[in-house]
């Protein structure tokens, strides 16, 4: 295998109820997780990181995503997408975004779940069993609301100093009982209307 994968983790969460309340539609969320060796540790600055991206990016989308749609029952499940990068100390977080922003996991992911948006993300550098808020939206309506939505993701033992977690992640629908609208149907809201000057102290006390 092209990637050094130390393991692969898988997270499922079932969202049934909202505030004690039964949710209008149940939805699963899932992120798969490769723990992989970083394939810069120990190399100093490298300047170009292609080769390498080349060669592990595409391993990682083949390995996470049909264990996501698997998880999420079929391709037509996945409503909701997105992805995550978690570096260990010793490496840039640049490493963990070149894993992920380019077309060799990107493009293939997309087309793995039959998407057609950008993939929206979160990348970061921590310690092991650092929490990461992995986001997700719409896989083929980006500015759909109802799906704007995170997934906690922590691997107990990883990213190590030398390592990098990599995040696939996917919903079968939105958020519990969303209902903030659209951008189809919402008022333009302009800043000439809602000048800060306008707003006092004790404005800001009745919104807390």
Known sequence: MSARIRKICTVTEDVLTESGEPVDRPVRR???????????AGRGRVADLNDEVVRVAPVLAHALTPRLVDALGGTDRVEAFG??????????IEHGGALIHTPYFGDLFRE??????????????AEAGGALAVPMWHKAHA??????????????DAPRAGEIVVVAAGASGGRPNARIGDRASDPRVRLADHPRSRYTP???ETVR
């Open 112 to 125: 793995l779940t039959e998407g057609s948006s950008v993939i929206v993300f979160s990348d970061d550098r």
């Open 143 to 156: 500015t759909t609301r109802s799906h704007y939505q995170t997934l906690t993701v922590r691997v107990p």
């Open 202 to 204: 004790e404005d800001l």
């Open 30 to 40: 899932v992120a798969v997780a490769a723990v992989i060796a970083n394939p810069w």
């Open 83 to 92: 992805k995550a990068a978690v570096v260990g100390l010793d490496g840039e």
